[in-house]
């Protein structure tokens, strides 16, 4: 028993986990010893199956040397959350999803590993989801695949990549341990940059309180009193039929710009 505590109590440290953020999803760690999945932190998943990771170096399992396993489901960790909003965080490892939910990020959920299946990916169709692998090569690519199989579900996958450390494997867990106001700050910078509809990025732009952002006026007076006094930083796009005068509303803006010293 004093092995057990002692190896998990050192695993929770280690990563800056809870026993309370834990329990809250379901999980316990195997430690009889004639479960077949002795020595794994196990998450049962809704009665849809469970995923566990290894913490015993000596854990049994159900393959050599596996140290995630996701089987019997076609859900995802924390799947109750996706019917709560329309934008949500992917997250690729469990200890990654329990510390989103240890920063207050209720909008998680969890592929347990880095390829996101044709059913996970069903789970979440017309849902915004923000991809939040680990930075290396089977999290890129795991990335990519998450990104071609969530269009086809309707949904609008954005890939975030994690910042670059020291050139090694980075993924949130190492971040939230190391640098976690750093991590929170990434989050809410990358999440808002990215916006479904226009109204939003207006509304964003008005309310944009940490960037200096230089205006360049158009010259059209209603157009600027909606754009906040004009252009900025980013990229406008203007849709109309043949003819109808975008060039010219385009060709406009231009001495309008470099008047004010733009080049």
Partial sequence: IKKHVDVYSKFLMEKQLTPEIVSRWNGEMIVDKEDQMYGYLKFN????????????????????????????????LGFENIKSFETLLLAEGI???LALSLLGFENVVCTMGSELSEAQAYLLRNKTVFILYDRD???????IQAT???????????????????????????LYCEN??????????????????????????????KENLRFWKTGLPTLDSILNGGMTTGCYGFTGDTGIGKSTLATTFCPEFVSQGAR
């Fill in 137 to 143: 090569y089977a999290g890129y690519s795991g990335a």
């Fill in 95 to 97: 200890t990654d999803f």
């Fill in 148 to 174: 071609e199989r969530l269009k086809q579900f309707k949904a609008i996958p954005i890939v975030l990549e994690l910042p670059d450390i020291d050139g090694e494997k980075v993924d949130v867990n190492r």
């Fill in 45 to 76: 998943l809704n009665g849809s199956g469970w995923c566990a990771r290894r913490i015993i170096d000596s854990a049994k399992g159900l393959g050599d040397g596996e140290r995630f396993y996701n089987r019997g489901t076609r859900t995802l």
């Fill in 180 to 209: 976690r106001p750093a991590l929170e700050s990434f989050l809410k910078t990358e999440t808002t940059k990215y916006q479904q509809f226009d109204s939003e990025f207006v509304k964003n732009l008005k309310t944009n309180k």
